[in-house]
């Protein structure tokens, strides 16, 4: 699955080939063909396999949180973290999102529980222990933009030169600057009337 997620994150599933997979591994086409039907199956099970991360994921960080809102608002930077750990999961999403969507719609469909953090996240910001503490105007939307984004910044880090120029490249590279940057922002979207100083706190 490491050599097909490596493949996968640097050709998509079009351009992706059994053999760069057979040879990234080490197996022979037959043994992989052996435990997966099809390139399109196996492709397939490498998604599913990075939305359970990502749902186990947030699992674990709402359970921690309990009723605090001070570390709810840290979930941006352990959200991000998952994909910048992670790179080439970020690459194999927003390739199969920019080829149309077909295999995510089709996991949605025979696996729906899959795409429930986003919902459990925008429950948890509308639960009355919170949302009497912040407000959060569009949660939905507020909890899609970090989706995105945490497909989107880990995959381009390495490009920023070409949008800043070299000079200021080394201000935007820092995966720590960025979680730092993404939970700012989203604190001061939610504007809580809690101590901004106690988030920095959990923060560190």
Request: glycine share 6%; hydrophobic share 45%; charged share 25%.
């Amino acid at each position: 699955m490491k050599a097909a997620r490596k493949v996968f994150a640097e050709h998509g599933l079009g351009r992706g080939r059994i053999d760069h997979i057979a040879a990234e591994s080490g197996l022979n086409r037959a043994m992989i063909y052996y435990f997966f039907e099809s390139k399109k199956y196996l492709y397939k099970e490498v998604i599913k396999e990075v939305l359970n991360e990502v749902a186990n994921l947030v699992d674990q960080e709402l359970s921690s949180y309990g009723q605090s809102p001070e570390k709810l608002l840290l979930f941006p930077g352990k959200y991000l973290q998952l994909y910048f750990d992670r790179s080439e999961c970020a690459r194999i999403i927003l390739r199969e999102i920019a080829s149309g969507g077909e295999i995510l719609r089709e996991l949605r469909a025979e696996n729906p529980e899959l795409f429930n953090p986003f919902q459990r996240v925008v429950d948890r910001l509308k639960a009355p222990e919170i949302s009497g503490i912040i407000s959060a105007g569009e949660p939905e939307m507020l909890v899609l933009l970090l989706l995105m984004l945490g497909y989107v910044i880990p995959s381009v880090l390495s490009l920023l030169d070409l949008l800043v120029g070299q000079e200021a490249n080394g201000r935007f590279v820092s995966p720590e600057a960025w979680k730092a940057f993404i939970t700012e922002l989203v604190t001061q979207y939610l504007r809580p009337q809690i101590r901004l100083d106690r988030v920095k706190e959990e923060r560190t």
